[in-house]
């Protein structure tokens, strides 16, 4: 459990207003429940229903489950980079694509904190042995983009090392594609009111609250900082070969659909069902920066 040492309340600037928000206080704001799913000029007024949402995530794991077999007839290799704003939605994004696979041949990595071995690494290495073999679907809950985004913003990184890794990331990520890999990029993105209440959430439910990290609470006044990196990233490794897919993450289940349904449209696996998969909703889910002006 969480234990509260000292007052963790914060005087934030949302909506052209000064809000006082105490992530202790179990009472959640009402100003921050009724902004919170509109907040980041989020298209929908309402989240998605659970029936429909049910409905369709069911007919895109069947369209998954073929994906498997498809790699393992073939030996195609399909890896997903899962980034984004803190409580975006990155881990229930990867469970719901994972959730029927097959474990042995569906992975997901999601790294701790370096070691000193491999702190002394070349910066790539710790990720390029998590990489896919043959037949294999591989799931970065986070990834070697740390370093454009969580490093730099926390101080974990040094500003040289920062622009180093902008530049050499590119090419990095090129080489992935060239090898023959099928390969993903995911930004998961959502308003600040929106992140403030999952914040809120993980606090006070006993089931979530191991989510809530000292990074979470750190970033409640790095908002824009993270913007900040976040349009760098986006701008200068966009790239033709290794694009960005934005997503835009208020609603959880309409985010997962429609990223699953980009998954599995740029696949050519047999026994592929468009039907079953349906059209990506265009005001969720689209190609780099723009989705985000």
């Known amino acids: ?170 090419r990095f990520d090129k080489m992935i594609v060239q090898d023959g890999i099928h390969f993903f990029k995911f930004w998961l993105d959502l308003g600040r009111e929106m992140q403030l209440k999952r914040f809120h959430d993980r606090r006070h439910d006993p089931l979530k609250v191991w989510k809530l990290s000292s990074m979470d609470i750190a970033a409640l006044t790095k908002w824009d900082d993270y913007t900040e990196k976040r349009d760098r990233m986006l701008k200068e490794t966009h790239t033709d070969d290794a694009p960005w897919t934005v997503v835009l993450a208020n609603d959880k289940r309409r985010a997962r659909l429609n990223l699953l349904r980009h998954i599995l449209h740029a696949l050519d696996y047999d026994g592929k069902d468009k039907n079953a998969i349906g059209e990506i909703d265009d005001k969720i889910l689209g190609s780099g920066p723009k989705m985000l002006k």
């Open 1 to 170: 459990m969480v234990e509260k040492t000292e007052s963790r309340s914060v005087d934030l600037e949302i909506g052209g207003k000064r809000r006082a928000f105490d992530i202790d206080n179990p009472v959640l704001p009402e100003w921050l429940d009724e902004a919170a799913l509109q907040s980041g000029n989020f298209p929908y007024k309402k989240k998605l229903g659970e029936e429909e949402y049910v409905k369709d995530l069911q007919k895109l794991q069947v369209e998954l489950v073929k994906v498997q077999f498809w790699q393992q007839a073939t030996g195609q290799r399909v890896m997903a980079l899962f980034e984004g704003r803190d409580a975006a939605g990155k881990g229930g994004a990867i469970a719901a694509t994972t959730s029927y696979m097959n474990p042995r041949t569906a992975r997901i990595v999601a790294l701790a904190k370096p070691t000193e071995t491999e702190r002394g690494q070349w910066y790539f290495q710790r990720y390029v042995t998590h990489f896919p073999t043959a037949g294999e679907f591989v799931l970065f809950d986070r990834s070697w983009y740390n370093r454009a985004g969580v490093e730099p913003v926390m101080g974990f990184c040094k500003p040289e090392e920062y622009e180093k890794f902008l530049k050499q990331v590119p």
